[in-house]
């Protein structure tokens, strides 16, 4: 039987044909003003898409809306080419989206912003329909929101109902809480060798950010994640409480920048390198999938940078700085 992977991997491929080059980003970032900057992407495949960001008078409220559009069409695209196990992973990929709006819906209630400005820090992909984002962006309060979303926010949003449920009050113990239950669910739904050990080098990525975070205080286990592949609990409780060891030289670049900041940047940079491995050695496997993804979520991120940038007459340097933090 012919893997269906061979099909759907090279339709993934024609896709990112379509993804903005890195010259096309460099350019957009260094134009001199808004209007030339909407002139520069209008030149990109982003074009289809700008719609009414490119009329006169329009700002980035509809810059948002067309990067959304974008965005939406490339993870619908994305989800049409696959059926049986193939769309099952792939939905498990999409969990990494919900993740991301679940925790951005907590922090934005938790901190009193309006549903507008949830709704505009949102990411228009994942598994929750986007009415049911809206919806709950205007949630009064954390456990209001879990309630919302236990209904139809899907796995993320049963995750944070049994969160809220068992007394998660803190911004970190809620993040950890989503982070350990997204984990379970997305290594619980892939099964390919390679894709399987990119989200385990993940886990130590993300159990090495959560006990920088931890440092000054005392260290406590629960806010480990399980699953990881070279940072154990031991480990994790050692480095919160000051340690910067680790078996691997790459992870230890993590416990040993100067700063929380930078730690994630480093952090970043070692997730694309292994996304990158994974989509060439997963030929016939979600791996180029989860490649794609990550991709395109990093051109819509600093295209919306860059953007906001140009509108508000960013200085070239301060923009640079954003840039490498994205």
């Known amino acids: 039987m012919n893997n269906p992977y061979g099909y759907i991997n090279g339709r993934v491929r024609m896709m990112r044909t379509a993804l903005v080059e890195s010259r096309a980003l460099d350019e ?31 700002g980035l409220g509809q810059l948002d809306e067309a990067l959304s559009r974008n965005y939406l069409k490339a993870i619908t695209q994305l989800r049409s080419i696959a059926t049986g196990q193939p769309a099952r ?12 709006n679940v925790k951005t819906l907590v ?24 009415s049911v984002l809206q919806g ?11 309630q919302t979303l ?3 926010g899907g796995k993320l949003g049963t995750i944070l109902r049994a969160a809220v449920a068992g ?34 080098r993940e886990i130590d ?13 005392a260290p406590n286990a629960r806010y480990f994640i399980p699953g990881g592949r070279d940072v154990s609990e031991a480990d994790f409780l050692r480095i919160a409480g000051g340690d910067n060891s680790v078996s691997s030289p790459e992870l ?18 070692l997730l694309d390198e292994a996304s990158r491995n994974v989509a060439m050695a997963d030929a016939l496997g979600p791996g180029v999938a989860l490649d794609f993804l990550r991709r395109k979520e990093q051109e819509i991120a600093r295209m919306r940078l860059i953007g906001r940038a140009k509108y508000y007459g960013l200085g070239k340097d301060e923009l640079q700085k954003e840039l490498e933090g994205a």
Not at 89 to 100: G, H, K, S, T, V
């Open 28 to 58: 957009a970032a260094s134009t001199v003003n808004y209007q030339e900057f909407l002139r520069q992407i209008s030149e990109t495949p982003l074009r289809e898409d700008l719609g009414d960001a490119t009329a006169q008078g329009a």
């Open 89 to 100: 992973e792939i939905e498990a990929l999409l969990l990494r989206y919900d993740l991301q």
């Open 107 to 130: 922090r934005g209630v938790q901190t009193g912003r309006s549903a507008d400005d949830i709704v505009a820090g949102l990411i228009p992909a994942g598994t929750i329909p986007w």
């Open 136 to 146: 709950a962006a205007q949630s009064a309060d954390v456990p209001g929101l879990a």
């Open 150 to 152: 236990s209904v139809a």
């Open 167 to 200: 007394g998660a009050s803190s911004l970190l113990d809620v993040e950890v809480a989503l982070d350990q239950g997204y984990y379970r669910a997305v290594l619980a739904g892939v099964r390919g060798t390679n894709v399987r050990r990119y989200f385990t």
């Open 205 to 217: 990525v993300r159990n090495l950010l959560i006990a920088r975070q931890l440092r000054g205080g």
């Open 252 to 269: 230890q670049a993590i416990t040993e920048a100067p700063d929380l900041g930078s730690a994630e940047a480093v952090a970043r940079r």
